[in-house]
């Protein structure tokens, strides 16, 4: 084994440093460099039910320095150019890095920019988002204070980091209205620029349940573009399944936006991106199709499933695994079958659980007789609320590979 590689990894968030602390669970030497410009840790899967009124956004984050793996340099900077032929990283002090092996786990760029006079009104007028830990809790004021009047949430095109997301914002507040006795006063409508509630149909027979509970209006084909926060007025191109595209205008007492989402930019302009601008790897090694020392996982790789923290939990392990095969000259691959999960929170206290892999597979972790996941069920939000996060901070980020150590086979 070569014992002076440099393992580099751009990005300090689940992916990056549940893949070092993978790595270093297999072999304690390794030399790790960990590139993050941010101080602060989130488990962005809390927002949601900071926004429900479930958490307190201070248990969704910690300090970057205390999450660290033991032995790993932490370079606290921005990337912003990767060359990959020269096995190097230029830094935004202009300084480089260069490494052996790079893992690239930088998650993705949030694009609020992209609808128009979004930014500017974002926190207040009654326009919320729970993809903004600062957010999350006006969210929640905002359910709380809603009695009457129109209540918007929206989807943008996919790809997205938790395709749930949007519509479980949804029904955590119409859960919340039902519960005071006013959402027959509100208008309560869901803008999806997609066709379909969610991607995997096992699910929608249960969501749909909910959707009917609270009467709430689904508006498929039509994509947030404009949004005056001081008329209380939002703008969706609607398309018709002819293709034509027509302007609606809406107005709103309340709009949940979920931002259009692209990868990183400094991804999106180098050499490791496919035409769609993610990091192009092969959807079962996570391996780069062109870079053979370069692996990718989380928000920013190209594998077609659901962008989710529970996915990153599956593929940490299969990184760590096939990088240190590389680096030993061993053919024992591990292979990623597209896992991820969205715990849809459909109510106060009942979550519909879906797992499922590439293909829209169903990949439950539990027997149907433990936790039927295609069913809401008060099990999975105990799960959701108590369980998941103490499994992301104390096990997943250690490192400790609960019901996703990899498989392995000769390749």
Sequence with gaps: MNKSAKIVIIGGGAGGIATASS??????????????????????????MVGGGVFNKEVTCRQTSSLIPEGVTWIRSLVKEI??????????????????????????????????????????????????????????????????????????????????????????????????????????????????????????????DYVKKYNAQL??????????????????????????????????????????????????????????????????????TRYENIYSLGDACSTPNAKTAAAVRTQAPIVANNLLADINNSNSKAHYTGYGSCPLTVEHGKIVLAE????????????????????ASTRSWILKKDILPFIYWNIMLKGKEWFVKPETESS
């Design 23 to 48: 790595l270093l669970n297999r072999d304690s030497s390794l030399n790790i460099t960990i590139i993050e410009p941010s101080s602060v840790h989130y488990y962005q899967p809390g927002w949601t």
């Design 83 to 208: 060359f990959p032929d020269e096995n190097k990283i230029q830094l935004d002090s202009g300084n480089h890095e260069s490494y052996d092996y790079l893992i690239v786990a930088p998650g993705l760029k949030l694009c609020w920019d992209k609808v128009e006079g979004l930014s500017e009104t974002l926190g207040k007028n009654g326009v919320t988002s729970n993809y903004r830990f600062d957010l999350a809790p006006y969210t929640w004021d905002l359910v709380q204070s809603l009695n009457s009047g129109n209540a918007l949430f929206t989807q943008p095109p996919m790809p997205i980091k938790c395709a749930g997301a949007p519509q479980k914002a949804m029904y955590l507040s119409c859960s919340h209205w039902l519960k005071q006795g006013v959402l027959g006063n509100i208008n309560v409508s869901f803008h999806n620029a997609g066709g379909v509630l969610f991607g995997v149909a096992d699910y929608v027979p249960a969501l749909m």
């Design 219 to 288: 508006c498929f084909n039509q994509n947030l573009t404009a949004i005056d926060g001081g008329a209380k007025k939002a703008w969706f191109d609607v398309t018709d399944t002819d293709g034509n595209v027509t302007k609606e205008e809406r107005g709103f007492d309340m709009i949940h936006v979920c931002p259009p989402q692209s990868a990183p930019d400094f991804i999106r302009q180098s050499p490791l991106a496919n035409e769609a601008g993610w990091v192009d790897v092969d959807q079962a090694t996570l391996r780069h």
């Design 356 to 375: 499922f892999g590439y293909g829209g597979k169903l990949q439950p972790t539990f027997p149907t007789w433990v936790l039927n996941g295609l069913k």
